[in-house]
T-cell receptor, first 114, second 109 residues
Framework: DSGVTQTPKHLITATGQRVTLRCSPRSGDLSVYWYQQSLDQGLQFLIQ???????AKGNILERFSAQQFPDLHSELNLSSLELGDSALYFC?????????????FGSGTQLSVL | QQQVKQSPQSLIVQKGGISIINCAYE??????FPWYQQFPGKGPALLIA?????SEKKEGRFTISFNKSAKQFSLHIMDSQPGDSATYFC????????FGKGTLLTVNP
């Protein structure tokens, strides 16, 4: 068990809808990362937050947004969903914000857009 | 643009054999090279990592070999076991972690 909690584990929704994925980092970790995993693209970095502030941005679509709250949990909001958004979304956390941090991944949220 | 290229996509090895997974990168700014292991239904977990000032790092049966001039690095799993069957991701980082597309390793008993 990595100590990172993601909810829900599975999410089935329709095109055009909006969903929120939730992540609770390990106790003491200040950084939260979001990754999208698909068969064709692999693990794609979306965004990183450190202690409530956006730290780095990757291939995150404008329809997607995220935030990290004062209690350090994070939410990833996906709107105007398309079929291609179906993927496994991982949250990871680390103690700090350095580029060589050890990342601890949650078990992911499987999103299916029908 | 795929910044970290990983091969092979899949690999089948007999128990006791050596598993070798290769990765190549383009960006010379990368300064940290970890390998992550992922079992079905789980998130990736850090296996072993290396910095570019070292050519080799060994932890138990797992070894990273790093060739800075060739911009290549590889993971060697000695005495491969069925329990090593998983997907392995190489990665490289300078301000964010970029992953390869993964290698599905199957170790037959």
């Amino acid at each position: 068990d990595s100590g990172v909690t993601q909810t829900p584990k599975h999410l089935i929704t329709a095109t055009g809808q909006r969903v929120t994925l939730r992540c609770s980092p390990r106790s003491g970790d200040l950084s939260v990362y979001w990754y999208q995993q698909s068969l064709d693209q692999g693990l794609q970095f979306l965004i990183q937050y450190y202690n409530g502030e956006e730290r780095a941005k990757g291939n995150i679509l404008e329809r997607f947004s995220a935030q990290q709250f004062p209690d350090l949990h994070s939410e990833l909001n996906l709107s105007s969903l398309e079929l291609g958004d179906s993927a496994l979304y991982f949250c990871a956390s680390s103690v700090g914000q350095a580029f060589d941090e050890k990342l601890f991944f949650g078990s992911g949220t499987q999103l299916s857009v029908l | 643009q795929q910044q970290v290229k990983q091969s092979p996509q899949s690999l089948i090895v007999q128990k006791g054999g050596i598993s070798i997974i290769n990765c190549a990168y383009e960006n010379t700014a990368f300064d940290y090279f970890p390998w992550y292991q992922q079992f079905p239904g789980k998130g990736p977990a850090l296996l072993i990592a290396i910095r570019p000032d070292v050519s080799e790092k060994k932890e138990g049966r797992f070894t990273i070999s790093f060739n800075k001039s060739a911009k290549q690095f590889s993971l060697h799993i000695m005495d491969s076991q069925p329990g090593d069957s998983a997907t392995y991701f190489c990665a490289a980082s300078w301000y964010k972690l970029t992953f390869g597309k993964g290698t599905l390793l199957t170790v037959n008993p």
